[in-house]
């Protein structure tokens, strides 16, 4: 029998962590589904038996053998149900951290609970420097950046067309508010990761410097900019230019 032939290409997978939580509760369920009927089946399991023994000399042994197999079904089924209980709980978590990280209307507000002025959402908008080769693909930005507390800053950056993806995060102390604030604009600077990938080349994780500008109208972000600049990969140098976030808020 011959080994399965395993094509050689780069998948371009491209979800938010809201869907991907959505996506695991959702895989969860359908085990939790697959368990029920199970259960179903060793129901029907012993029914057939005690039908079938009916008129048999063997039924007290055919009967104790059914017995032991759904018994020992039922243990194992347990197991896997508290298993996913565990998964479940562990997705909850995720939720909320996702709601808490990335909520879905982008604002700078005033927290008036810790008096700490933040600045989060998703945008999303047209890439127009024409010297990107991104240029008239959407860009999406998530942020959270509270400005009194750098442990819960966090922010990733996507683009892509149909030769190439790139992705950009950073998080925490990684991200930096640049001085003075403005009413109508804040700038935000640092280091983070990049994960780039293209038909002929795939990089991870790999060091660059970023520099976020973000525009506010009406208390609505407007417009952004993102520069990120690599010391040592060319291909990781990439300057969004101002993209115009007006007509997407979700």
């Known amino acids: 029998m011959s080994s399965p032939i395993i094509p050689d290409f780069t998948p371009y ?43 048999k000399e063997s039924a007290v042994k055919d009967i104790l053998n059914i017995n032991e197999s759904v018994d020992s079904m039922i243990r194992h089924i347990m197991e ?13 978590e995720l939720v909320l951290m996702v709601k808490r990280t990335f909520p879905k209307e982008p604002v700078v507000s005033q927290e008036t609970n810790d008096e700490c002025s933040s600045i989060y959402g998703r945008f999303e908008g047209l890439i127009k420097n024409i010297s990107n080769i991104f240029h008239n693909r959407n860009a999406s930005l998530s942020v959270f950046i509270p400005l009194c507390d750098v442990t819960r800053r966090s922010m990733q950056y996507t683009v892509k067309n149909e030769d190439a993806l790139f992705r950009f995060i950073s998080y925490a102390h990684y991200i930096k508010v640049e001085e003075p604030c403005y009413s109508d604009r804040m700038t935000f600077s640092g280091t983070g ?16 410097d970023f520099t976020l500008t973000v525009w506010n109208r009406t208390e609505k972000i407007t417009e952004f900019r993102i520069e990120i600049t690599s010391a040592n990969i060319r291909e990781l140098n990439h300057d969004s230019g101002f993209v115009n976030c007006t007509a997407n808020y979700q």
């Open 13 to 55: 997978i491209d979800i938010t962590t809201e869907d991907a939580v959505k996506l695991l509760i959702k895989a969860i369920e359908k085990q939790v589904a697959s368990l029920d009927k199970l259960i179903e089946i060793q129901n029907y399991g012993i029914l057939h038996v005690l039908d079938d023994t009916r008129y």
């Open 80 to 92: 896997l149900q508290t298993v996913l209980q565990l998964m479940l709980e562990k997705a909850r």
């Open 193 to 208: 990761n990049v994960d780039y990938k293209s038909k002929n080349n795939t990089l991870s994780d790999m060091p660059v």
